[in-house]
C-alpha cells in the first residue's frame, strides 16, 4: 500500500511534468498579418491610386476560396494569384512596385502589404 510520502512524491512529480508540457507548448508566435496591416484595404488602396470599387468585397472572395476549395477536394488557393488565373476572382488592379496584395483565406480578407 502506498505511503503518504510516495502519493505526495507522484503529485510532485505530475504537477512537474504538467508545468513542463506546457511551457514547452507556449512556442512564440509571429504576429498574423492582419495585425501587420491596420489599415483597411480599401483606404490603402485609395492612398496608391486604386479605385476601391476595382477590388473585391468580402462576399466575393469568400465565394472565389469556396468554389476552389470545393472544386480542388479542399485544397487551398497559394495566393489570391491563383484565384485569379483559374478564373475564381475578376483580376485585380495591378499594384506599385514594393507592393502586394495578400489574402488570409481563413478571413477572406485582402490586404495590401509591402514586399
Known sequence: MPT??????????????AVGVSLC???KRSAPVEAMSKVPIKEAASAIGIQPSDLPDHQALYDAITKYMTANQG??????????????LKPLPP?????RY???QRAAV???LDK
Open 75 to 88: 485544397r487551398a488557393a497559394k495566393d489570391v494569384d491563383e484565384l485569379v488565373q483559374k478564373g475564381f
Open 102 to 104: 495578400h489574402l488570409d
Open 25 to 27: 507548448a507556449c512556442k
Open 110 to 112: 485582402l490586404s495590401i
Open 4 to 17: 503518504f510520502r510516495t502519493l505526495a512524491k507522484a503529485k510532485r512529480i505530475g504537477l512537474l511534468l
Open 95 to 99: 499594384l506599385p512596385s514594393g507592393k
